[in-house]
């Protein structure tokens, strides 16, 4: 049976949306975003994302996506542009070092392997997927990681700009953060910028303030084909 990846999903703040939406894409060297980590520090000029998958292990507690927001790409970007895949936390400091025949695995910053990549541009399918979903099987096993199984277990890493215009299918936030972590102003901002792009904004969870809200993977991915542009 065919191993068939969903959406690719890109968790980020609601500072970092706002800046995203304005800029129409994701920037592999964002000047005025926000940064988790000191940018002296960690900036590894690439984006991290991760593949949503139907029917994984114990996926109905399992959070979707990283802080309060997820951006939902389109699958075509996996034959369409170069990426690798790695355990959470792996990276090459270079983009390119990562199809490099000279670089070894050891050179990944936490010492992982590559997992799956595609090196080729415009590619004719999407390059086989057996081995990731194996591995973030393994990851999401009762009593590892609990509800963070799903978002601890692997990073898909492209190393250019993503058009939101172009890949982008709509953007998931957590309603009760949407409501009480900005302003008015923002808010309306935010839908002003989605409606340009021709993006749905989606609220979900209600008034639930728990950091462990979820739908699960299954579900989250059910509201996405829900609201999915086009």
């Known amino acids: 049976m ?15 949306l706002i800046h995203i939406l304005a800029t129409g ?5 964002p000047r005025n975003a926000t940064r988790v980590l000191d940018p002296e520090y960690y900036n590894p000029r690439q984006i991290f994302t991760q593949i949503l998958f139907k029917d994984l292990p114990h996926q109905e507690k399992q959070l979707s996506h990283w802080f ?10 996996l034959k369409d542009r170069q990426w690798y895949a790695t355990a959470i936390g792996g990276f090459y400091e270079r983009f390119a ?7 070894s695995h050891s050179q990944l910053q936490s010492g992982s ?17 057996a081995s990731l979903k194996k591995y973030i099987t393994k990851q999401m096993q009762p009593g ?6 799903f978002i601890h277990s692997h990073e898909i890493l492209f190393g250019e700009d993503i058009s ?7 953007i998931l936030v957590r ?14 901002v935010i839908k002003a910028k989605c409606q340009e792009l021709g993006m749905q904004l989606v609220l979900y969870g209600g008034n639930s303030k728990s950091r462990y809200w979820s739908l699960g993977i299954n579900k989250t991915i059910d509201l996405i084909n829900e609201y999915a542009k086009g």
């Open 144 to 149: 590892i990681l609990g509800e963070v199984g």
């Open 25 to 29: 894409k994701l920037e592999t060297n």
């Open 2 to 16: 065919a191993i068939s990846p969903q959406y690719v999903i890109h968790g980020t703040s609601l500072d970092n």
């Open 164 to 170: 939101l215009a172009e890949y982008g299918v709509c």
């Open 175 to 188: 309603e009760w953060a949407f409501r009480n972590m900005i302003s008015k102003a923002e808010q309306e």
């Open 113 to 129: 392997e590559i997992i799956a990549k595609n090196a080729t541009s415009h590619a004719a399918r999407i390059p086989s997927l």
């Open 68 to 77: 309060m927001c997820g951006i939902i790409l389109d699958k075509r970007i």
């Open 97 to 103: 070092d990562a199809f490099s025949k000279s670089k």
